[in-house]
Nanobody
Framework: VQLQASGGGLVQAGDSLSLSCAAS????????MAWFRQAPGKEREFVAA????????YYADSVKGRFTISSDNAKNMVYLHMFSLKTEDTAVYYC??????????????????WGQGTLVTVSS
């Protein structure tokens, strides 16, 4: 399994940015695809996920209403569209894949597969 994240960059507060994650080597529909982030000095935290099979979206409270996760199942791609970015959104963003049950998708330890991370910096 390989996950390749891209799209990070430097933006100003209030701007928008979209991240992409290309997945290969897996049966895409059988995996929950998620985005996590890790800010300097902090633990990796859940951002959003598309649950396997039904592709229902789940979000962390901190990004709900500002971020949208989507996928292109034909291309094995997952996207994170980020709007109204805040300085506290600054972090390395990782895409990840898991076959875990729904209750487990919020915890990074339940993800076996990770992309390399892409840095998002939001300036004030």
């Amino acid at each position: 399994v390989q996950l390749q994240a891209s799209g990070g960059g430097l933006v100003q507060a209030g701007d928008s940015l979209s991240l992409s994650c290309a997945a290969s080597g897996l049966t895409f529909s059988m995996y929950t695809m998620a985005w996590f982030r890790q800010a300097p000095g902090k633990e990796r935290e859940f951002v959003a996920a598309l649950y396997k099979n039904n592709r229902r979206a789940y979000y962390a409270d901190s990004v709900k209403g500002r971020f949208t996760i989507s996928s292109d199942n034909a291309k094995n791609m997952v996207y994170l569209h980020m709007f109204s970015l805040k300085t506290e959104d600054t972090a390395v963003y990782y895409c990840a894949a898991t076959t875990s049950v729904l209750s487990a998708i919020y915890y990074s330890t339940n993800y076996a597969h990770w992309g390399q991370g892409t840095l998002v910096t939001v300036s004030s």
